[in-house]
């Protein structure tokens, strides 16, 4: 993909980026790989989510520490989303909270 010259900072027609891609499904060496290019740890979506909610949202707690490690909050209210915890609070995800806090 690098190669053919992708951009690591392009997204798709849902506006989700590869940082987003990756966090999502716990591929948590490629967000390293991803992070060391030079990728936003604050990079939104379409809906203002960034990888750390989609990471959070899903469970992946490896990824969510490694975004965090990296300057990703969980506190951080966007401007069409709610912070990361809170929404994920509402919607009833809540059992992996202190793993996400550490």
């Known amino acids: 993909m690098l190669k053919r010259g992708t951009s690591v900072h392009s997204t798709d027609n849902n506006d989700w980026s590869p940082l987003k891609k990756v966090s999502l499904?716990?591929?948590v060496e490629f967000?390293?790989?991803?992070?060391?290019?030079?990728?936003s740890v604050e990079i939104?979506?379409?809906?203002?989510?960034?990888p750390l909610r989609a990471a959070?949202?899903?469970g992946q707690v490896e990824v969510?520490?490694?975004?965090?490690s990296n300057g990703g909050s969980v506190n951080i209210?966007?401007?069409?989303?709610?912070?990361?915890l809170l929404a994920e609070a509402d919607s009833?995800?809540?059992e992996d909270f202190p793993?996400?806090?550490?």
Do not use: Q
């Open 77 to 84: 209210a966007r401007k069409r989303d709610l912070a990361t």
């Open 92 to 94: 009833g995800n809540v």
């Open 31 to 39: 967000v390293r790989f991803l992070l060391n290019l030079g990728v």
């Open 44 to 50: 939104t979506d379409k809906d203002d989510r960034t």
């Open 99 to 102: 793993e996400f806090l550490k």
């Open 25 to 27: 499904n716990d591929h």
């Open 64 to 68: 969510s520490r490694e975004l965090r």
């Open 56 to 58: 959070v949202g899903n």
